[in-house]
């Protein structure tokens, strides 16, 4: 069983790669720990 599905990790990397805000930010956005 996982924790965060396939599908929500790209989304986190994709938003990463394309936007100008650091990790922490994104990984709050998207509710992650």
Do not use: C, N
């Amino acid at each position: 069983m996982t924790k965060y599905s396939k599908e929500l990790k790209m989304k986190v990397v994709q938003d990463y790669l394309t936007s100008s805000i650091g990790y922490r930010l994104i990984a709050r956005k998207y509710g992650i720990k």
